[in-house]
């Protein structure tokens, strides 16, 4: 069946920590990539996309992820994170197949980070 | 806000009762969805609409109806037959095509008593 792994429910950083959130997903065709952000008490919001061309793709505050096509893999990597950045962080797979698509979201990544 | 707004912010609803969540847009999108949201299992998609008078369900539908009269509005009604109900609902909505760019509002709890 179909599906979007992400493989850390939960993670802690503290500041200036490199981050690394994985999102796997199974599905062989044609797909389009998202990563959306739930920032404490605000909306669920689009942090970076990843449709065609260049597989390493840049989003907001210095969020990047990179598509790799024989890993169905795109996860999201920041240098050093912030407090800032404790959100909670959603992978999400578009999968294009003839005249049914669909689009599955990942259970989500915690993310604390400490001062 | 990015032109959606769900109300009420918490709803209460008592067994056997039907409850509506309201969902309206001003952005001028098309397509309209509706998503549950549960602790460690992501976003589910209960029902999603294309264009106005014409809606299909998502995963999880059973339990749940909506209607799209008009391209601002997308209500979703939480029937008595939905037996867990308790959960963060968020609209959705895309310019055209449910693989476009999603833009959520802020959504609506729902919680029985």
Redesign the interface.
């Given at each position: 069946a179909q599906s979007?792994s992400?493989h850390n429910?939960h993670v802690i950083l503290s500041e200036a920590a490199s981050l690394e959130l994985g999102c796997n997903y199974s599905y062989g065709g044609t797909v389009?990539l998202?990563w959306?952000v739930q920032y404490p008490g605000q909306?669920?919001?689009?942090l970076l996309?990843y449709f065609s061309g260049d597989p390493l793709v840049k989003g907001i505050k210095g969020f990047e992820a990179e598509f790799i096509k024989s890993k169905f893999s795109f996860n999201l990597r920041k240098p050093s994170v912030q407090w800032s950045d404790t959100a909670e962080y959603?992978c999400?797979v578009?999968m294009?197949s003839g005249g049914y698509?669909?689009?599955i979201?990942?259970?989500?990544t915690r993310l604390a980070v400490h001062p | 806000?990015?032109g959606?707004t769900q109300s009420p912010k918490y709803l209460f609803r008592k067994e056997g009762q039907n409850v509506t969540l309201s969902c309206e847009q001003n952005l001028n999108h098309d397509a309209m969805y509706w998503?549950r949201q549960d602790p460690?299992?992501?976003?589910?998609?209960i029902y999603y609409s294309q264009i106005v008078n014409d809606f299909q369900k998502g995963d999880i539908a059973e339990g749940y109806s909506v209607s799209r009269e008009k391209k601002e509005s997308f209500p979703l009604t939480v029937t008595s037959a939905q037996k867990n109900p308790t959960a963060f609902y968020?609209c959705?909505t895309t310019p055209g095509?449910?693989?476009e760019?999603?833009y959520?509002?802020?959504?609506t709890r729902l919680l029985v008593l």
């Open positions: 979007v992400q429910h389009n998202f959306y909306h669920l919001q689009l996309k959603f999400a578009m294009f698509n669909k689009l979201f990942g259970a989500g | 806000d990015g959606i998503y460690g299992q992501g976003l589910r998609l968020l959705a095509h449910l693989g760019t999603q959520f509002g802020p959504g």
